[in-house]
Every structure is written in C-alpha cells, then in structure tokens.
C-alpha cells in the first residue's frame, strides 16, 4: 500500500526556518519523481519544488527559489523540504506527492497520482 506521510509543518516568525519530511512507504523511493505542493485558504494547490528520480533534478517555484531546498534520502524512504528565510505568504498546508514510475518531474497538480495527507506551516509574528 502506497503511503507518503508529510511532517515539520508548525508556526514560526517570519525570516525562521521548517524541514517538511515526507516518508514514503509501500513502494521504492528512488525509482519516483517526488513534489512538494501547497494550498492557502482561498487559493488553488500549487507546486513549490520537486526532485527527479533519474538524476535528481529539481526545480523551485519562482517566489521560494534560493530560500527553499529540496533533497532525498533513498535509505531513509524520506523527501525533505529545507525551508529558509519564510514569509507570511508561505502559510499553507503543504503536500507531497507521487508521480508515476518512469515520469520526471511536472509542476502540474494532476501528474501525481498518490499525496500525503498534509502538514501545516503559520509564517507569522
């Protein structure tokens, strides 16, 4: 059974620091693309970052890149998300999720096939 269990989401003043942790298990995380999304009340899920399986490419949402950083541990099933300098506009429930065997990385919500059930991250003061 495919599970991916997202954790780290908390409250924190702007300008501090989360790692999101998503562990995956049921299947074999180096083999899958992996993204991480996020949706704010009132707004539609969008993609913030995701690491290839292939190669290990990644790519950033243009408002996160050189403060957010995507990173895999094959031996411990587990995607991070370092997250630096947050903003309030950061505040979302946050998700990651799982593409298809053999896919690359998309930004398209409807690409992934199997999410988590979500962390919570408050950037405020």
């Known amino acids: 059974q495919v599970q991916l269990v997202e954790s780290g989401g908390d409250l924190v003043q702007p300008g501090g620091s989360l790692r999101l942790s998503c562990t995956a298990s049921?299947?074999?995380?180096?083999?899958?693309?992996i993204g991480w999304f996020r949706q704010a009340p009132g707004k539609e899920r969008e993609g913030v970052s995701c690491i290839s399986s292939s190669d290990g490419s990644t790519y950033y949402l243009d408002s996160v890149k050189g403060r957010f950083t995507i990173s895999r541990d094959n031996a411990k099933n587990t995607v991070y998300l370092q997250m630096n300098s947050l903003k309030p506009e950061d505040t979302a429930v946050y998700y990651c999720?799982?593409?298809?065997?053999?896919?690359?990385?998309?930004?398209?919500?409807?690409?992934?096939?199997?999410w988590g059930q979500g962390t919570q991250v408050t950037v405020s003061s």
């Open positions: 049921g299947f074999t995380l180096p083999y899958y693309a």
């Open positions: 999720a799982r593409r298809s065997r053999g896919y690359g990385c998309s930004r398209g919500r409807n690409d992934y096939n199997y």
